[in-house]
């Protein structure tokens, strides 16, 4: 036993002699990392060392220049104190300087402040007159000096000179003066087209600027001459023409006194619609009432015609003896004729039957006319309350701030009634004229059917 024993322990330390060769080999492979890693680690903080020491280095050098820019502000705040101390001691200084100086002016001026006043306004109204005078379009510029005389006047630096106050009654004085004459002179003319030509240009005093027998306006925002797009009817023109022809002597011209540069009354009378206009603005039912007035004017002339040649064949039938078949007379003269032999109450009933038969043809269209008579008001009368409702549809949506804008739909509307009208009073005047001549041709018929009657009975 004790020999097993010793060959088994034997077996284990030949067997454990292996490992602890590599546990030696082992130690000493970890005791160099170790010492490669204690180095590693004295060589990071020897570097971080160097950098603390550089990173404190360089506050404490901001550190410094922030002190000494810290410095130099102090200095400039307590420089710019002393600078403030001493504007605000000389702004103190010059405004006694100047309520002194404001004193001794006003002091100076005494009477003329009110004088220089006045003067302004009287500028400032001329200025205006003078932009928009018509006068203007033969002299411009004259306004030119009046700005810089109201600015002198304004400011309490500069004084107007005799000759700018001389030079603004002279201007006063010349506009009175102009007013009252009728001049020719050269200007460029815009016409309605938008050409420019060179014209000669009758002014009218203040009132009216003529050309060629046109309307002119003048334009004080751009001080040119330019043509009415729309002139006046009538005979204004041919007075306009005539008063730039005329070599002198009293020559009947229209003025508008109402305003320098064109005035209401001409606006007025250039913006009133014409009676093309006026038709236009009755609209279909204002067309429908026209095309009735012609068919009545058309059927009025052609039964007129038709019954004066009728109305002649049977004149000269009364002159005849024997019946003639192209006229009613002579058709119902014939009837006598041809009955001989009837009794006095036949013979009228056939008498009476023949007027019948001719009646028609002689009275065909007067019952048209008739109707066109009463239709035409009443259409008339439904074209205004049709307007009328749009007018009030128009008022409600928009408002009546603008009276003009009602005013316009309501005569807009009236226009129908007033289309309806002219033609209801010719076509009535038709209508009785047409029907007298029918019922004279009636009225010798049955004279004549009467007449052939007595005649029958006085022979039986």
């Excluded at 970890?30 to 280095?57: F, G, T």
């Excluded at 002139?231 to 023109?237: F, M, N």
């Excluded at 509307?413 to 004279?440: D, E, K, M, W, Y």
Aim: a negative charge.
């Amino acid at each position: 036993m004790r020999m097993l024993k010793s060959v088994f322990l034997c077996g284990v330390l030949i067997l454990a002699m292996p490992g602890w060769a590599l546990a030696e080999e082992a130690g000493q492979a970890q005791s160099a990392s170790l010492d490669e890693l204690l180095l590693r680690i004295k060589e990071a903080r020897l570097s971080e060392s160097r950098e603390q020491a550089a990173r404190v280095r360089e506050f404490q050098q901001a550190k410094a220049e922030k002190d000494k820019l810290l410095k130099q502000a102090k200095a400039t705040e307590l420089a710019e104190e002393q600078r403030s101390e001493q504007l605000e001691q000389e702004f103190a200084d010059n405004e006694r300087q100047i309520a002194a100086l404001e004193a001794q002016l006003q002091e100076r001026l005494g009477s003329l402040k009110e004088m220089f006043g006045h003067l302004t306004a009287a500028a400032g109204d001329t200025r205006s007159t003078l932009n928009h005078s018509l006068v203007s379009a033969q002299f411009p510029d004259r306004t030119d000096f009046l700005d810089d005389l109201i600015e002198r006047m304004s400011s309490n630096t500069r004084l107007p000179s005799i000759a700018e106050i001389e030079q603004l009654w002279y201007e006063i004085n010349r506009e009175m003066i102009e007013a009252g004459k009728v001049v020719s002179f050269p200007a460029t003319v815009i016409g309605a087209d938008g050409e420019q030509s060179s014209r000669q240009v009758v002014r009218v005093g203040a009132f009216n600027l003529l050309s060629e027998g046109a309307y002119l306006t003048y334009r004080p925002e751009t001080g040119t001459v330019a043509e009415l797009a729309r002139q006046p009817g009538g005979g204004y023109q041919k007075m306009a023409l005539e008063l730039q022809s005329s070599g002198g002597g009293f020559t009947s011209v229209a003025i508008d006194p109402t305003g320098p540069s064109g005035g209401s009354l001409l606006a007025a009378l250039v913006n009133s619609p014409g009676w093309l206009e006026r038709w236009r603005q009755g609209g279909g039912i204002g067309y429908l009432i026209s095309g009735l007035g012609v068919l009545a004017l058309i059927l009025a002339l052609w039964r007129l015609v038709i019954l004066s040649a009728v109305s002649r064949r049977v004149s000269r039938q009364l002159s005849k003896d024997a019946p003639a078949n192209d006229n009613p007379l002579g058709r119902v003269l014939q009837i006598g004729l041809d009955n001989p032999a009837l009794d006095a109450e036949s013979l009228e009933l056939k008498l009476h039957e023949q007027v019948l038969k001719e009646r028609p043809s002689i009275e065909v269209g007067l019952n048209w006319l008739k109707i066109i008579a009463m239709v035409a008001p009443l259409l008339g009368l439904l074209g205004t309350v049709t307007g009328m409702i749009i007018t009030f549809q128009a008022i409600t949506l928009f408002g009546s701030g603008d009276p003009k804008t009602m005013a316009g739909g309501i005569s807009s509307a009236l226009v129908t009634t007033v289309l309806g009208l002219c033609v209801a009073i010719p076509t009535v005047l038709l209508h009785t004229f047409v029907n007298s001549r029918a019922q004279r041709i009636l009225h010798i018929l049955e004279e004549q059917s009467a007449g052939l009657v007595a005649e029958q009975s006085e022979a039986r």
